[in-house]
């Protein structure tokens, strides 16, 4: 079983940034992956981005992409989220996420999650 616990997040205006950590504890496999998803209040959650724990590429929603960076540290056992340009549709609790092999843009094919990090950006 992994543990997940997010930090980082918080308040920023329209066009800053803001950057999430998940820190990951027990056992990682070579062919896990790690992605960040989000929560807006009264929406379903949705898939942001991923990356394979070892090699790989990475993949965003198109709604993230070209504005938001997923990277890892392998040897810290991290996962991180760099937003940038943040808009206010970017509000959401972010939640940091674990599956065994090929990435899924499905919320239920990731097996653990940590508790998520709220983010409010303001217009």
């Known amino acids: 079983q992994v543990q997940l616990v997010e930090s980082g997040g918080g308040l920023g205006q329209a066009g800053d940034s803001l950057s999430l950590s998940c820190a990951a504890s027990g056992r990682l496999y070579s062919t896990s992956c790690m992605a960040w998803f989000r929560q807006a209040p009264g929406k379903e959650r949705e898939f942001v981005a991923a990356?394979?724990?070892?090699?790989?590429?990475?993949h965003y929603a198109e709604s993230v992409k070209g504005r938001f960076t997923i990277s890892r540290d392998n040897a810290k056992k991290m996962v991180y989220l760099q937003m940038d340009n943040l808009k206010p549709e970017d509000t959401a609790v972010y939640s940091c996420?674990?599956?065994?092999?090929?990435?899924?843009?499905?919320?239920?094919?990731?097996?653990?999650w940590g508790r998520g990090t709220q983010v409010t950006v303001s217009s």
């Open positions: 996420a674990h599956k065994i092999y090929s990435w899924s843009l499905r919320a239920n094919d990731y097996g653990s």
């Open positions: 990356i394979p724990w070892t090699g790989g590429d990475t």
